[in-house]
């Protein structure tokens, strides 16, 4: 059923690739056996290998802040991949994954509060929870279209938390409910400890996404994004692909808000204010829409703008009505300059600038310049030949 | 025309993700060098964290902006002028006092992240007087866990004395202390008069009537009304009808003050005037004088507070002829000149500061936070200050004030005094304060 819809660029690529094996010399054949594998499943195993021990030294070398930080990047990108999927790659607009986050936080500080079990149940209720949630939002997703589905979303992120206010009893109200706190290995520290599960989660969740989209419901998700008259004659079901582009994204939402809660101790309708669901789509958007480099280029900025915008409203002792909104401002500036710059986000521009830099070292560009634009260093590594045109840009 | 995305992870993801943690890696660096040295924090001499020869670095998370900001943001600036005063006078053994207090909004994760950032990165000695349930419930495993004295922390709840937790500690008297003093003045005084509750729905609220409860006849209360902080906007008249209907004579609030004038106001509207019996939380004269004229577009008089019976354990801040607040006066004055307002949150501000002053000195000069919570649990106890109940501070007791005074609300804006000094605990029973007299303040306070 994927085959008429095929727009995946591996078959081409391929093709392409052994028409091109020709102009293969020694060098090359060397550099073509240097490459990551082609089976995506192997190639994301093993990006997200390399960058998991990359953390993970990482971790070790910071200080006991960082690790903190480290968490709430690794949180976010989870959530900004999750939204990423949803409008990048099948153009759904949510300004309500901040009430999703929600969902999945709140089950979790239940089940933390009242039961005994496991850590990774508590999580995956999370994601349960919040997977459901995306059912019913995703049906209704499925039947509206631009600025309706931006406000229906909206009003999610607004009425979800007064939820938690109304249910005080149950969900703690306005205060939000306490959770027991971690206990991590003997002589790891709390926070430590935190951090290396939030990462763990992100890389895998950040993997596997980068796996479905290389898949037939990748391809799915973008056709329908593309064309959905053109999708259904194709023989895909419009909706259903719609909701379950949903389903995962409201997943990525839960499992990041379940996991914010654990790293913060506290679930409650502060957290998950709009402001949240708004944070997420600049990030998204600053970090290169539905790119996993993008992600995590989105929760660093989702971390570290608000101490960014503290720092310097402190230095030039601005009030602190002043300092508690520069942040806001901050993100509208970058947003601005990346949109600006980098059309595509910063992943994009740094992709578009690998480009540039691979053309100008290696010279004329149709032969020798990478072409795809997943190659990001100028190194002969990555210079294969490859085929010339990207074929996304005909479409 | 379409978002340009799909996956391009392979090379880029790997020299993007390296590129992410070496930025960040950056980021961190200038830190990672201070924070080792917050491990030891049982460590002896003078080199605990945050502590010099000539300075102590205190901390704190406050709401200075955000829905809890009006009123409750002029404590911290009112602690720091008191702490300007004593460092004028020559500080603590020759150490001036640096109080660096940062905004959460009342937001938990906000509070979690900057009060890791005052630990962890600009290691402070302690974390003095936070503001918040919520939020400092949110931090108390991490600063235990790090050895951090987190320090007379504003909040009625009664989660900052547990064994579980030795360096968290209360201040303020337990919102369950106050419940049970209210309560035993309306038994005692206005016995045989039909009661209603109205209370905030959450722990504050709930813990107060626990308190009330615990002393009450349930047979005398005969309507319990809720209401929650966001829909304060939608006004009392439901909650007032109804305390009416069901004929209640007394009405006991647990309410925040923007609540406690929106509850007078809807009264007034149907002229129905109970006496109100009203938490210390939500009875401040000035603040509350400001809402109804706020609220009632200068129509409410602040007449309409005349009558209010309410628990205090300072000396009301009317009170002129009170030398703590003649001291607190002049202190703001000098070093709050800022903030205009003369309320009960400055003078909070300052009593809660004079505390820490006293705490600090009992540590002695060999400062650290082990010699900080020794004192605490030896010597706090008999601190004298303008507190109205002694302190209750012990190894097993980390409450603060577990006592209050009735006053009565006369005119508007003077708060009298009235009747004995009641002393309680979350367990025990209420009994009468005897032998105490709050302490004159030092004749150099206020420099």
């Known amino acids: ?40 499943f192997l190639r994301h195993g093993l990006i997200t290998l390399v960058a998991g021990v990359a953390l993970f030294l990482l971790t070790d070398s910071l200080g006991p802040f960082n690790d903190f930080q480290m968490a709430q990047i690794a949180i976010y990108a989870v959530a900004v991949a999750g939204l990423g999927l949803l409008t990048g790659w099948n153009g759904q607009i949510s300004l309500g994954h901040g009430a999703l986050m929600a969902v999945g936080a709140f089950a979790t500080a239940e089940l933390n509060i009242h039961t005994n079990v ?117 023989g895909i079901n419009v909706a259903r ?107 994009g521009g740094i992709e578009a600038a690998a480009r540039l830099a691979g053309r100008l070292a290696f010279g004329r560009p149709p032969l020798l310049a990478p072409a795809e634009s997943d190659l990001v260093s100028p190194s002969p590594a990555t210079d294969t030949p490859r085929p010339i045109r990207n074929p996304k840009e005909d479409t | 025309m379409t978002i340009k995305t799909l996956h391009r992870p392979r090379h880029a993801a790997v020299a993007g993700l390296l590129s992410v943690a070496l930025v960040a890696a950056a980021c961190g660096s200038s830190s990672t060098s201070k924070s080792s040295s917050s491990t030891p924090s049982s460590g002896g001499g003078s080199s605990a964290p945050g502590v010099t020869a000539n300075s102590i670095l205190l901390g704190s998370t406050q709401p200075l902006t955000g829905p809890a900001a009006p009123g409750y943001s002029e404590i911290a600036p009112a602690s720091n002028a008191l702490f300007q005063a004593v460092n004028a006078a020559g500080g603590i053994y020759g150490r001036k006092i640096v109080y660096q207090y940062v905004d959460d909004q009342y937001n938990p994760s906000v509070t979690a992240t900057k009060t ?16 918040g349930t919520p939020t400092q419930l949110t931090v ?59 209370y905030q729905d959450d722990e504050f609220g709930l813990d ?25 906007t939608a006004g009392m008249a439901n909650q007032i009808a109804a305390l009416k209907a069901a004929g209640a004579q007394v009405v006991a609030l647990y309410t925040i003050p923007a609540a406690t004038a929106l509850t007078l106001l809807a009264a007034a509207q149907i002229g129905y005037s109970p006496t109100w019996v009203v938490s210390s939380v939500g009875s401040d004269p000035p603040t509350l004088a400001g809402l109804l004229t706020s609220f009632s577009k200068g129509k409410a008089p602040a007449s309409l507070l005349n009558g209010m019976v309410t628990n205090i354990y300072l000396p009301p801040e009317s009170d002129n002829s009170n030398p703590w607040i003649q001291a607190f006066k002049a202190i703001q004055a000098k070093y709050d000149s800022n903030n205009k307002n003369w309320d009960g949150n400055v003078e909070y501000g300052m009593a809660v500061a004079y505390t820490m002053v006293d705490l600090l000195k009992a540590a002695g000069k060999n400062l650290t936070r082990q010699s900080l919570l020794q004192a605490l649990d030896t010597k706090a106890g008999s601190f004298t200050g303008p507190w109205l109940v002694p302190l209750s501070y012990s190894g097993s007791d980390h409450y603060g004030i577990q006592g209050s005074q009735i006053a009565v609300n006369q005119g508007g804006l003077n708060l009298v005094p009235t009747g004995p000094v009641y002393q309680t605990t979350v367990s025990g029973p209420v009994t009468t304060v005897t032998n105490y007299t709050p302490a004159a303040p030092p004749a150099n306070l206020a420099g």
């Open chain 1, 118 to 234: 496991a850590l990774a149940l508590q999580i995956l209720a999370g994601v349960a929870a919040a997977a459901v949630a995306g059912v019913i939002v995703g049906m209704i997703a499925a039947r509206l279209r631009g600025p309706y589905l931006a406000g229906a979303t909206l009003a999610l992120a607004l009425a979800l938390p007064e939820i938690a206010v109304k249910y005080s009893t149950v969900l703690g109200g306005e205060e939000g409910l306490t959770l027991n706190p971690l206990t991590s290995p003997r002589s790891v520290n709390l926070d430590r400890w935190m951090a290396w599960i939030s990462l763990l989660c992100a890389l895998l969740v950040t993997m596997l996404l980068a796996n479905l989209a290389t898949s037939r419901f990748g391809r799915a998700f973008r056709a329908v994004r593309d064309d959905e008259i053109a999708a259904s004659l194709a």
């Open chain 2, 116 to 131: 890791r950032q005052l630990v962890l990165q600009n290691n402070i000695f302690a974390d003095f007087n936070p503001l």
């Open chain 1, 241 to 347: 692909t719609q909701v379950l582009a949903f389903v995962v994204s409201s997943a990525c939402a839960g499992l990041a808000g379940s996991l914010l809660g654990l790293a913060v101790g506290n679930v409650g309708p502060q957290s998950f204010e709009v402001a949240l669901s708004i944070s997420l789509l600049a990030a998204m958007v600053i970090g290169g829409t539905g790119g996993m480099l993008g992600a995590w280029i989105g929760g660093f900025f989702l971390v570290y703008v608000p101490q960014w915008s503290s720092s310097v409203s402190h230095s030039l002792h601005l009030s602190t009505a002043v300092e508690s909104n520069l942040s806001l401002a901050f993100y509208g500036v970058v947003l601005m300059v990346v949109i600006i710059v980098a059309p595509s986000g910063i992943q």
């Open chain 1, 1 to 40: 059923m994927g085959r008429p819809v095929d727009l995946d660029r591996r078959t081409t690529s391929a093709a392409m690739a052994t028409g091109g094996s020709t102009t293969g010399q020694a060098p090359g054949r060397w550099l073509r056996t240097a490459r990551l594998p082609r089976q995506p």
């Open chain 2, 208 to 232: 107060g009537v626990k308190g009330l409860d615990a002393v009450l006849p349930s047979s005398t209360v005969v309507s319990r009304q809720t209401y929650s902080v966001t829909t304060l």
């Open chain 2, 140 to 198: 108390q495993p991490f600063l235990n866990s790090q050895g951090v004295p987190q320090l007379f922390v504003a909040s009625g709840c009664d989660c900052w004395s547990s064994s579980k937790y030795p360096w968290s500690s209360g201040w303020q008297p337990p919102y369950t202390d106050e419940g049970k003093i209210l309560g035993t003045y309306i038994k005692d005084n206005l016995a045989g008069k039909k009661v209603g509750y109205l």
